[in-house]
């Protein structure tokens, strides 16, 4: 199968997984739950879903009352739940607090943020930008995260996406030099 066909299934893979997790019922009050990442842009290569929320009076008891309503309706074979308010948020902004789950599901790693702070937030945008670029940018995009050493745990889809839309590259080799830089 090319690696258009691969992602294109994958990409219909994720929506049934969104549709069987049913996250506006498990999370009523958090708002419209927003699909991001490659499931977004239709760049998929790994079985990865990354969603995320606005809710800036969500609570922990929320997200793990959600949580259960999953796992009490869909197989869940894990669920890594964090609570990353004050020292423990992810980078040093205050603005990046949040709740972060990752659950396994059928074979699929879905990532689920809920952002703590009403904020602009390029997510959505990108993945917009990433999903518009024409066939042979999709390809290479593709091509890179299906052979560069280390994706997604070195590098991500966020350094891989910029080098090729912005900087023309095309092969490992390249990547390589851009990252180096």
């Given at each position: 199968m090319d690696l258009i066909a691969r992602a294109e299934a994958?990409?219909?893979?994720?929506?049934?997984?969104?549709?069987?997790?049913?996250?506006?019922r498990a999370f009523p009050s958090l708002g419209p739950p927003l699909l991001i990442g490659s499931a977004r842009s239709g760049l998929m290569v790994l079985r990865d879903l990354d969603v995320m929320?606005?809710?800036?009076?969500?609570?922990?008891s929320e997200v793990?009352?959600?949580?259960?309503?999953?796992?009490?309706?869909v197989e869940l074979l894990s669920v890594d739940f964090r609570d990353e308010r004050g020292d423990r948020r992810p980078t040093p902004q205050?603005?990046?607090?949040?709740?972060?789950?990752?659950?396994?599901?059928a074979n699929w790693k879905v990532d689920l943020t809920i952002w703590l702070h009403a904020v602009d937030r390029p997510h959505v945008e990108d993945a917009l930008r990433v999903g518009a670029a024409t066939a042979?940018?999709?390809?290479?995009?593709?091509?890179?995260?299906?052979?560069?050493?280390?994706?997604?745990?070195?590098?991500?889809?966020?350094?891989?996406?910029?080098?090729?839309l912005d900087h023309g590259v095309r092969s490992t080799g390249e990547l390589a030099a851009y990252l180096g830089r």
């Open positions: 994958l990409q219909a893979e994720a929506h049934a997984v969104l549709r069987k997790l049913d996250l506006e929320f606005t809710a800036p009076a969500a609570k922990a793990l009352t959600g949580l259960a309503d999953i796992a009490a309706r205050l603005t990046d607090e949040r709740f972060y789950a990752v659950l396994d599901h042979e940018q999709k390809e290479a995009i593709l091509r890179l995260k299906s052979t560069y050493p280390g994706y997604p745990d070195v590098i991500g889809g966020s350094d891989i996406y910029p080098a090729v």
